[in-house]
């Protein structure tokens, strides 16, 4: 039995493509030899960050979901230890799958090398060189801990060569999150979603909810009077992750009249809007990869970023809080920059990923 361990939205959109790949192998090979079991750890556990995705994305229903809710990353990564324990113990799974760099990646590594299961990390080798971030923390010991690593660029082959691993375990495969995203293009109705929000033609996707940015009250207002300057420029919608939501609101955030507030989006509704928007400020891995496709300006709002290959071969640019509006107001009176599609962004990292997971449980 393969045991899948999602526990964030960005897990979700990696899974996908993973899981439907595995289950298309296994039918035309005759049968399903290897089991899947879906575990949700409900991490994310509001339905527009969790519910929503599965129906989505088409992901099968969870056979568990673990329930562990939030709580500081000590209390919430004992709680999914826990619970994956016993869960790891009762069915005896013959491979662990964890994606990204999230708690729940983490918990279940640590439960399935002291239990003696084979670990697989999608998205292994993404290093930002920033310990003060717990996403960094999270990769680095996931990837030790991991028999499979599977790779979604050239350099994180590097990264992990240069911290020891055996590069035997290394597999480059490509990008999952780009197998969703391009799966799902027709999806994406901006008309749609600009109507459901009254957006007008020209506006700016925002979201906020690193630790660096949104933790801080005193860093949290001054980001609000960058992104109250942008909306003198052109209107923002800025779906508000519930991390942050309190310290941005209490700085003003939606003081201003271009601003315009949303609940956290579903998959689609808020890949249409990012499709559809002039520029992209933003803290999250993810929508950095995800602009690169879509050819849309991205600001990140960071110092570094796991995803180097994004600005080489995308839209991406890292700014500061101070050179945010000057950065914004570039991005609006030019068209994208010329980019190049990263190696194996083409939408069968979920083929080669499960092909590799088939050979090494086969023998």
Same mark, same amino acid.
């Given at each position: 039995?393969?045991?899948?361990?999602?526990?964030?939205?960005?897990?979700?959109?990696?899974?996908? /493509?993973?899981?439907?790949?595995?289950?298309?192998?296994?039918?035309?090979?005759?049968?399903?030899? !290897?089991?899947?079991?879906?575990?949700?750890?409900?991490? !994310?556990? #509001?339905?527009?960050?969790?519910?929503?995705?599965?129906?989505?994305?088409?992901?099968?229903?969870?056979?568990?979901?673990?329930? =562990?809710?939030?709580?500081?990353?000590?209390?919430?990564?004992?709680?999914?230890?826990?619970?994956?324990?016993?869960?790891?113990?009762?069915? $005896?799974?013959?491979? =662990?799958?964890?994606?990204?760099?999230?708690?729940?990646?983490?918990?279940?590594?640590?439960?399935?090398?002291?239990?003696?299961?084979?670990?697989?990390?999608?998205?292994? %080798?993404?290093? $930002?060189?920033?310990?003060?971030?717990?996403?960094?923390?999270?990769?680095?010991? @996931? #990837?030790?801990?991991?028999?499979?690593?599977?790779?979604? $660029?050239?350099?994180?082959?590097?990264?992990?060569?240069?911290?020891?691993? *055996? =590069?035997?375990?290394?597999?480059?495969?490509?990008?999952?999150?780009?197998?969703?995203?391009?799966?799902?293009?027709?999806?994406?109705?901006?008309?749609?979603?600009?109507?459901?929000?009254?957006?007008?033609?020209? &506006?700016?996707?925002?979201?906020?909810?690193?630790?660096?940015? @949104?933790?801080?009250?005193?860093?949290?207002?001054?980001? @609000?009077?960058?992104? !109250?300057?942008?909306?003198?420029? +052109?209107?923002?919608?800025? /779906?508000? !992750?519930?991390? %942050?939501?309190?310290?941005?609101?209490?700085?003003?955030?939606?003081?201003?009249?271009?601003?315009?507030?949303?609940?956290?989006?579903? &998959?689609?509704?808020?890949?249409?809007?990012?499709?559809?928007?002039? +520029?992209?400020?933003?803290?999250?891995?993810?929508?950095?990869?995800?602009?690169?496709?879509?050819?849309?300006?991205?600001?990140?709002?960071?110092?570094?970023?796991?995803?180097?290959?994004?600005?080489?071969?995308?839209?991406?640019?890292?700014?500061?809080?101070?050179?945010? =509006?000057?950065?914004?107001?570039?991005?609006?009176? $030019?068209?994208? %920059?010329?980019?190049?599609?990263?190696?194996?962004? *083409?939408?069968?990292?979920?083929?080669?990923?499960?092909?590799?997971?088939? *050979?090494?449980? #086969? %023998?």
């Amino acid at each position: 039995m393969i045991a899948h361990v999602l526990g964030a939205r960005p897990n979700f959109v990696k899974a996908a /493509p993973v899981i439907a790949a595995l289950s298309d192998r296994q039918r035309r090979d005759g049968g399903p030899q !290897h089991e899947q079991r879906v575990i949700h750890t409900g991490q !994310h556990y #509001d339905e527009r960050m969790s519910d929503v995705f599965f129906r989505e994305l088409g992901l099968p229903e969870p056979d568990v979901n673990l329930g =562990v809710g939030s709580g500081s990353h000590a209390a919430q990564t004992a709680a999914i230890m826990i619970a994956l324990e016993k869960e790891f113990i009762e069915r $005896s799974p013959e491979l =662990v799958i964890v994606y990204g760099d999230v708690t729940s990646t983490l918990a279940a590594a640590l439960d399935a090398a002291k239990l003696h299961i084979p670990v697989a990390h999608v998205e292994a %080798g993404l290093r $930002s060189f920033d310990m003060t971030m717990p996403e960094e923390v999270n990769r680095r010991l @996931v #990837d030790q801990l991991s028999d499979l690593l599977f790779v979604t $660029s050239p350099e994180a082959i590097g990264h992990l060569a240069a911290e020891g691993v *055996d =590069v035997g375990r290394v597999h480059f495969v490509g990008n999952p999150m780009i197998d969703t995203l391009l799966s799902h293009l027709d999806s994406f109705d901006t008309e749609a979603v600009r109507a459901a929000h009254g957006l007008p033609e020209r &506006y700016i996707v925002a979201t906020l909810h690193r630790p660096a940015n @949104v933790d801080d009250p005193e860093i949290a207002a001054g980001l @609000v009077k960058r992104l !109250h300057e942008i909306a003198d420029l +052109a209107d923002i919608v800025m /779906p508000v !992750h519930p991390r %942050g939501r309190k310290v941005l609101t209490e700085a003003g955030l939606d003081d201003h009249p271009r601003v315009k507030l949303l609940e956290p989006l579903g &998959y689609v509704d808020f890949i249409a809007a990012v499709r559809g928007s002039a +520029a992209v400020v933003t803290d999250s891995g993810g929508v950095q990869e995800e602009t690169t496709i879509l050819g849309v300006p991205c600001l990140t709002v960071r110092p570094n970023t796991e995803r180097p290959i994004t600005i080489t071969h995308g839209t991406n640019r890292l700014v500061t809080a101070e050179g945010l =509006v000057p950065a914004v107001e570039q991005a609006l009176a $030019s068209a994208a %920059g010329r980019r190049e599609v990263p190696p194996l962004w *083409d939408g069968q990292a979920g083929p080669r990923i499960a092909r590799i997971v088939e *050979d090494r449980l #086969d %023998g």
